[in-house]
């Protein structure tokens, strides 16, 4: 048990970052990452090393995330960036942002501005937008952990870019007026 | 530029794209400003990302949130408490009780069931009593479910003997 706790500490904030970045609620994130740590202890005879231990956690919090974002969607209406998606698609339509919006940022002000576009994304977008960036999976990868087609994914992603960069420069406009 | 077109971008951009096809798309790239723009704010959203969730810290102690963890995996590692054991005795007054509860619905609905052959009309049967003293009758009417005992009294052995004795006036 000594030797898991301190493998608990080693890879907790890299867990719980996982789980916040999906969730984009605090307290859901850690109440997540603490079944992340409960299911690891319990599965820990089934890691047999084909990835880090870190990776191998990292695949149970994501599919306890998947599994809980799935559950809210259930319990609400579809939100507007999906019907966008089944609509047509309006980053299609939309203007290429073509002066950085994140340039000149200090990384604390970089990161504020970020995890508030992000909130502004349907799960189905950030999530694949967050495996892809962050967990630097390839489209199949995603597809297989999302349950979709590689199609959508590279749908999903195009659109979450899209809009995260439209929302970024709208956030630094606002800034300059 | 078509939505497959600018799928294709991203595609690039991902290194998805085989490398025939990679080597195409960045010729067309080359000599199309629109698709060049648009790679270039693909590029720069992902450079934004990058490093995003280096300063993201989980906001309890270590100690804390261990303890927690542990907790969690403690209780759920306890076996369950086994049921205390039952006695014998216990054990055939579980089945006894319903068992005569059973049987006493079942009596009582045979009770109530007219026999085969009864046409529901009101029939009265008599029948015989074993009873020393001849003096009783019953009497079932089994379409009502009534039961009529006829006791003749004084009883007619016991008024002959009166008679006989001379002591009934």
């Known amino acids: ?177 | 530029m078509d939505y497959k077109a600018q799928l294709k971008l991203q595609a690039l951009l991902d290194g998805e794209l085989p490398d025939g096809e990679a080597s195409a798309a960045t010729k067309w790239v080359a000599r199309d400003r629109e698709a060049a723009s648009l790679l270039e704010e693909l590029r720069s959203t992902r450079g934004a990302l990058a490093g995003f969730e280096a300063d993201v810290r989980l906001p309890e102690s270590r100690e804390f949130f261990w303890s927690k963890v542990e907790r969690e995996i403690q209780r759920l590692e306890t076996p369950a408490p086994k049921p205390a054991r039952v006695s014998y005795f216990t054990l055939v007054r579980r089945f006894l009780v319903p068992a005569s509860a059973v049987a006493v619905v079942l009596i009582a609905g045979l009770m109530l069931i007219p026999p085969a052959g009864s046409t529901g009309r009101t029939v009265a049967a008599e029948i015989e009593t074993a009873l020393a003293d001849s003096g009783v009758f019953t009497y079932r009417d089994y379409s009502a479910g009534a039961t009529l005992v006829w006791l003749s009294y004084p009883a007619e052995d016991e008024a002959a003997e009166i008679d006989e004795m001379g002591t009934f006036d």
């Open chain 1, 1 to 177: 048990m000594a030797a898991f706790e301190e493998l608990v500490a080693r890879h907790r904030d890299r867990i719980y970052a996982r789980a916040y970045s999906m969730m984009r609620n605090e307290e859901e994130a850690v109440d997540l990452s603490q079944e992340a740590w409960v299911k690891g202890w319990q599965r820990l005879a089934q890691f047999h090393g084909e990835s880090s231990f870190g990776t191998w956690m990292t695949r149970i919090i994501i599919n306890l995330c998947l599994d809980q974002l799935r559950k809210h969607k259930r319990q609400r209406a579809e939100s507007i960036e999906a019907m966008d998606e089944e609509s047509g698609g309006v980053e299609r339509q939309m203007p290429v942002v073509t002066v950085n919006p994140t340039a000149g940022l200090e990384r604390g002000e970089l990161r504020q501005r970020i995890d508030q576009a992000l909130g502004q994304l349907s799960y189905e977008h950030r999530t694949s937008l967050v495996l892809h960036e962050f967990e630097e999976m390839e489209y199949r990868e995603i597809a297989k952990t999302m349950g979709c087609s590689i199609g959508t994914v590279m749908s999903r992603l195009f659109y979450a870019r899209r809009k995260l960069a439209a929302l970024l420069a709208d956030l630094k406009n606002r800034d300059s007026v």
